[in-house]
């Protein structure tokens, strides 16, 4: 599976999440190019602060894999990681990040901070980013001119 | 409760960690001075690449009060918290932490980063450290020794 065939199913799974009032952002976990787990942000049909459909997607992972190391493991998500997720990236060891809108406010890939890239940290992380950035952002602002309030990733 | 109250239990818990071969790091979550939730580090136990003691101990607090928004919460925990603890601290919009040792390879709210007080980021925590410092260090030192590994928080 290419990038853009797993981003078109991670926004799949953002569009999703505006059923339950959540923020629409979507993640999906590639090893050897296939899908091993898909998530939405539930943050708020869950009440779990740390249910960024990153997280989410990540646990999925490291249980059908039964590890919590997951090398070679590609991320697909449609907005950059805030720095929970990013940290989640480098406690799973995950190899590979591929993003699509960058986060003014909260992006830990590149915006605010970088830490897939920081050589202090144990860990690095390939990145790839804006694959399929304008479908995203215009997930999200459609889901906030909506409801008329401001963004709080 | 006191910090220091809290953060005995705090290290109780990071004890209990060693038990199933994990990093010794504990966590409690005080409102009003009552602890509504204490954790320890799971990583190994559970094969889940999110489970440290802050992250655990945050999702059970947000489980008790039925609110992702842990407003008005304190965590203490032994160490500093990693990109993705501090991170969770964030989203969960706690109020204050209180940490026992800095953590010089990975810690985020003093050491290499300092998400508590970036004036960018949508939340500020406010922090006191080295809180039984002393006691949490030896705990780490101990568990690596043992196992003559090489930290991998």
């Given at each position: ?17 505006t059923?339950?009032g959540d923020v629409p952002v ?15 942000n539930?943050r708020e ?34 907005l950059?990681?805030c ?20 986060d003014p406010k909260a992006g ?29 952002s215009?997930l999200l602002s459609s889901f906030f001119a909506d409801r008329r309030g401001t963004p709080t990733l």
């Amino acid at each position: 599976m290419t990038d853009e065939e797993a981003m078109e199913i991670a926004l799949a799974e953002a569009t999703a999440a505006t059923a339950h009032g959540d923020v629409p952002v979507g993640a999906v976990v590639l090893i050897e190019g296939k899908i091993v787990s898909q998530r939405h942000n539930e943050r708020e049909l869950t009440k779990d602060p740390t249910a960024h459909a990153e997280v989410l997607a990540l646990r999925d992972a490291a249980e059908t894999l039964g590890d919590w190391r997951l090398s070679g493991a590609t991320l697909v998500v449609t907005l950059e990681p805030c720095p929970m997720c990013a940290g989640a990236l480098l406690s799973g060891r995950v190899s590979r990040l591929v993003f699509g809108a960058a986060d003014p406010k909260a992006g830990a890939c590149g915006t605010l901070y970088n830490f897939c890239t920081d050589p202090r940290l144990n860990h690095a992380v390939d990145v790839r980013h804006g694959v399929m950035a304008a479908e995203a952002s215009s997930l999200l602002s459609s889901f906030f001119a909506d409801r008329r309030g401001t963004p709080t990733l």
